[in-house]
């Protein structure tokens, strides 16, 4: 009897451990991974071997950790991705959905539009911003220039600049930098010869901290938008580190909003380049090689070929770029950032990609803030059509026309607050060309005209959705001053009917009109569609 007993005490207690094992199994491979794919309805795909392959292949306490980043998340994290994907070998489905599917996007002070002019042509360029209805342009503020030695401050030449654009109808943003001599590290002697100086960590963050909270007092109510450093992954903007960098964004942050609770606090800004390298890195990483190698090729279409900087021809090409130096440098450097989320605004980034490419890029930065248990809205401080040797080697002025309008919308359908066209006028640079609204003899393209008339329909927008029309077919809803605004094209020639009753008006990009009721034809020129009131 006594060895019975025994036997149940030892049996019991390893019953329920045992089965304590399988149904912690059960819950990781069933519960965790089927919930999620129940609400992605993608669960008839997770079949037993394949929860079990994720699970060999991540181990449990990956699993562990991922459980509680779905549920705060509710998303599967990006290095999770090619695991699950290969587990499943049918899966085509995105598991991130798109930032801009089906989503309704609030604008709390509404959308801006700028046309970029460098502020010594400002006097020049101000009639023309006003007549093509630009609201918004930036300067660059040097710590050197407003604050020489400690606690003496010089104002007037920076205040000069801020009344230009001011008296223009232009509402400033401003790029912060770390600069003074007297109060920064000493500029590494391999980056002391370029152009010009980068930026440097202070030697004293209560010294930063004071400089940031000065400017924000001092433009208070004038500057919304304060940017800390500019691209300054690049070693010719800041001679520090990442890590320095992000203590310089976080001093700054809170010095901005101690001065100006309603001010905007952005990065430095991902260049045009970095962002076609992370985006090709982030497609590749995700499993999608195809996709990552058209992306790479597509990316500068804009360009001629001999100026391209981003290009691959195979899967052994975007393996090899993914793990250069350079590119794994930018993927820290975009890495902390998203962990860093807390300490700006709203994410700032240059780029003059298509249209196409560039919801690829709006969808890689909104899936990796949400990866984050964030997401943020998007400010375009640069955006652009550029052209080597602008405006010449097959330069289209129609495309251009068509494709800036394009650009605007996909940016402002992927939460982007704010879109400038970099520039107003023609600028050439020895490895890009930026092809202006105008040229540099004043004369307007068709281009200033479409801005014009965008600007018109859009500006002060308070909210956007993107609308599923059909294939091929791209529409967005504005909703400004209460009122519908559409904008919508399409790859190929065909009717769109538009969710409204009722008669319309039809804006083309040359400002031309005709009243329609809800069904329109459309191209791949944009239209304007006002329902009638």
């Known amino acids: 009897m006594d060895q019975k007993k025994s036997f149940i005490f030892i049996l019991v207690p390893l019953l329920i451990a045992v089965l304590s094992i399988v149904g912690y199994v059960v819950y990781v491979n069933r519960g965790v991974f089927g919930n999620y794919f129940r609400r992605t309805q993608l669960r008839q795909k997770l079949t037993p071997q394949a929860r079990q392959c994720i699970l ?4 449990r306490a990956k699993a562990q950790a991922l459980v509680e980043s779905i549920k705060q998340t509710k998303v599967i994290p990006p290095e999770d991705l090619a695991v699950i994907q290969s587990c499943i070998s049918d899966l085509n489905t995105n598991l991130f959905p798109p930032s801009s599917s089906n989503a309704v996007y609030q604008f709390n002070q509404g959308i801006l539009l700028g046309t970029g002019v460098i502020i010594q042509q400002e006097p020049q360029y101000c009639q023309i911003e006003q007549q093509y209805g630009s609201k918004f342009n930036w300067l660059t503020l040097s710590w050197q220039r407003v604050e020489p030695q400690k606690g003496n401050w010089t104002w007037d030449q920076f205040d000069n600049w801020v009344n230009g654009y001011e008296n223009c109808g232009q509402e400033v943003a401003v790029h912060l930098l770390s600069d003074a001599s007297w109060a ?6 391999d980056l002391a010869g370029g152009r010009h100086k980068p930026s440097m960590p202070a030697k004293n ?5 004071d400089f940031v909270y000065h400017v924000a ?19 010719a903007n800041w001679g520090g580190t990442p890590e320095q960098y992000m203590q310089e964004l976080q001093t700054a942050y809170k010095a901005i909003h101690a001065a100006d609770p309603t001010a905007i606090v952005e990065d430095a800004a991902m260049s045009h380049e970095g962002l076609g390298y992370l985006t090709t890195a982030w497609l590749y990483q995700q499993g999608k090689t195809q996709a990552a190698v058209d992306f790479a090729n597509s990316y500068d279409a804009h360009f001629q070929r001999n100026s391209q900087s981003l290009h691959a021809h195979s899967a052994a090409d975007i393996q090899a770029l993914v793990n250069s130096p350079g590119i794994q440098k930018l993927i820290t450097w975009e890495n902390l950032l998203f962990q860093n989320h807390a300490y700006y605004d709203h994410m700032q980034i240059h780029n003059g990609t298509s249209w196409q490419d560039l919801q690829t890029v709006l969808d890689y930065l909104h899936t990796n803030l949400r990866a984050e248990g964030d997401d943020k809205p998007l400010d375009l401080w640069e955006g652009w059509y550029g052209w080597w040797g602008a405006p010449g080697n097959g330069f289209n002025p129609q495309i251009q026309a068509q494709d800036i309008v394009k650009q605007a919308v996909t940016a402002f359908g992927g939460q982007v607050t704010v879109y400038n066209y970099w520039l107003i006028n023609d600028f050439a640079l020895s490895s890009e060309g930026h092809v202006g609204l105008i040229d540099n003899q004043g004369r307007p393209r068709p281009a200033a ?18 609308l599923n029309l059909g294939n091929n077919i791209w529409g967005y809803e504005f909703d400004n001053a209460n009122k519908k605004v559409y904008v919508v094209w399409s790859t190929v020639n065909t009717p769109v009917t538009l969710p409204f009753t009722g008669s319309a008006t039809v804006t083309d990009i040359a400002g031309n009109t005709t009243s329609s009721s809800n069904i329109i034809s459309v191209n791949s020129s944009p239209f304007f569609v006002e329902p009638g009131q």
């Open 205 to 209: 963050y209560q010294d930063y901290y």
């Open 184 to 189: 920064t590290e000493p500029v590494p002697a």
């Open 56 to 59: 060999q292949k991540l181990g």
């Open 217 to 235: 007092s001092h433009y208070k109510g004038r500057v919304r938008r304060y940017s800390i450093e500019n691209e300054a992954h690049a070693d």
């Open 449 to 466: 005209t479409a801005y014009k008339v965008m600007s018109g329909k859009l500006t002060g927008a308070t909210s956007v959705k993107k």
